[in-house]
Antibody, heavy 116, light 108 residues
Framework: EVQLVESGGGLVQPGGSLRLSCAAS????????MSWVRQAPGKGLEWVAN????????YYVDSVKGRFTISRDNAKNALYLQMNSLRAEDTAVYYC?????????WGQGTLVTVSS | EIVLTQSPGTLSLSPGERATLSCRAS???????LAWYQQKPGQAPRVLFY???SRATGIPDRFSGSGSGTDFTVTISRLEPEDFAVYYC?????????FGQGTKVEIK
């Protein structure tokens, strides 16, 4: 069974940093593109970033370019999202998701709240 | 950026009724790279369709997906109690990948 478990969310002040982690199990992690998708409270879904199987390619939504960095460690079956210069509008539940012609597996999400 | 507009915003129906959800793109979606997701309160989304008519594993056949170019549809032939949820379309034909704003299917 595919499992994705996010961690690292919490309350952070504007301008601060946070690193999210996603532990993957139940599949060959190195097979797949991986992504982060977020959902602001009471709002819709927003794709944030993708990373290729070997980490050689990454893509970001414009609103996080230069502030967020997606990375992975295939040896540890782990996906990361380093978030710097956080803004109030980054407040959301952040989901780790596996990409396989769609986001076919999702974690339960971790809440990031940016507030003073 | 491709903008996806879903309609209606809310669909109020009774169990057993037919539901038709629409997703319209601001420009052609390359290769019809469109997926659909269902999200229930407090849960992560789950994929219904990719491509846009290939049903994901475990999705019952009362769900059907269709469309091409800029217009896509999901139809639920007869609503079951567990189908009341929010549905999102998502395009992956061009970057940035984008989602529609969602259609809420609620019990009338």
């Amino acid at each position: 069974e595919v499992q994705l478990v996010e961690s690292g969310g919490g309350l952070v002040q504007p301008g601060g940093s946070l690193r999210l982690s996603c532990a993957a199990s139940g599949f060959t992690f190195s097979c797949c593109w991986m992504s982060w998708v977020r959902q602001a409270p009471g709002k819709g879904l927003e794709w944030v970033a993708n990373i290729k199987q070997d980490g050689s390619e990454t893509y970001y939504v414009d609103s996080v370019k230069g502030r967020f960095t997606i990375s992975r460690d295939n040896a540890k079956n782990a996906l990361y999202l380093q978030m710097n210069s956080l803004r109030a509008e980054d407040t959301a539940v952040y989901y780790c998701a596996r990409w396989n012609y769609a986001f076919d597996s999702w974690g339960q999400g971790t809440l990031v709240t940016v507030s003073s | 950026e491709i903008v996806l507009t879903q309609s209606p915003g809310t669909l109020s129906l009774s169990p057993g009724e037919r539901a038709t959800l629409s997703c319209r793109a601001s420009q052609n979606i390359d290769n019809n790279y469109l997926a659909w997701y269902q999200q229930k309160p407090g849960q992560a989304p789950r994929v219904l369709f990719y491509g846009p008519s290939s049903r994901a594993t475990g999705i019952p056949d009362r769900f059907s997906g269709s469309g091409s170019g800029t217009d896509f549809t999901v139809t639920i032939s007869r609503l079951e109690p567990e189908d009341f949820a929010v549905y999102y379309c998502q395009q992956y034909g061009s970057s940035p990948w984008t989602f529609g704003q969602g259609t809420k299917v609620e019990i009338k």
